[in-house]
């Protein structure tokens, strides 16, 4: 059965703060893990109120100190806004600290507005297409092989290897992470439209470069589930207009279901919404159940990463919930 995993964007509610919604990733990330997800990421995103997850390392850590089996990670890190070096010796001592439960994604977006781009980047001239180039040399500083040490060589580094992944929305990353032998994941959940094409390539670019046996395919859905479709309708409000603010540029907190119910949307709006979640997975437990499955059977997916964006604490976990019962995960079929 395809194994299922969690990415949490570490949701700013109306009404709560930053640090509300990171002490809420760390009671999810408790849940998560007595379910029996294979593994929980949290993405790098700056500027944006609803999302307190600016800072994965940081964040990846702690999450790590609150769980004891679960795999943590980065789902992504943001490799433009970074030095190769600076994120290889903070996911070394991650690995270090908690071997054999560390995940890093990287993306090559810049995950923001580009002012705040502008003021994260580490030089004017470097940006997404020297992406290649410092993911070659973010693996250069950690993988273990028995040639001269690179210099400059972190410590920790080489031998302290966490699972690298490449993310994508589109067939670059897909081909990248084939040559490079990496596992890959597509984010379904906000770019549908290029997921057969990307994953295609993906398996037919695979080479064996001593990282990874064969090609590992990561699709990630959006999913709102609850005790009825009715149900799980008024919970994704929030999530909907969100994503509209994000296309409009009038960002802000996630708003409560009544006040999502009450937005007055105009016609355009309203379609732009309803392609925006289109492939969404809202609904009971059989109809979540049927669109993972289906997206499952499209893609050959082996593992399924769940999106679930929601007002309150309460409701992201008992979507969790029902789609572990249904799915079956290991901790709830046992």
Known sequence: MTTLSVLDLATVAKGATP??????????????????????????????PAVASSAP???????ADATTTLRVGAGGVMLPNHAPMVVAEQFATLEALHPGRIDLGLGRAPGTDPATARALRRSAD????????????????LVDHDGPATLPAP?????????????GSSTFSAQLAGMLGLPFSFAFHFAPALVDEAVALYRSSFRRTGLLDEPHVMVAASVLCADSDDEARWLSGPSALTMLQLRTGTLGPVVSPEEAAEYPYTAQERAVVEASTADHAIGDPDTVHRRLA??????????????????????RARSLVLVAERWGTPAVAA
């Open 19 to 48: 640090a509300d919604a990171l002490a809420d990733t760390t009671r999810l990330a408790a849940v998560v893990e007595s379910l029996g997800y294979h593994r929980m990421w949290v993405a790098e995103h700056h500027g944006m």
């Open 57 to 63: 390392a940081v964040l990846i850590g702690h999450l």
């Open 126 to 141: 470097v940006g997404a297409e020297r992406f290649p180039e410092d993911v070659v040399e973010l693996l250069n500083y």
């Open 155 to 167: 410590v920790p580094g080489r031998g302290y290897l966490p699972q690298v992944w490449l993310l």
């Open 294 to 315: 289906a997206l499952v059977e499209r893609t050959g997916a082996d593992e399924l990463m769940v999106s679930t964006r929601a007002h309150s604490f309460e409701a």
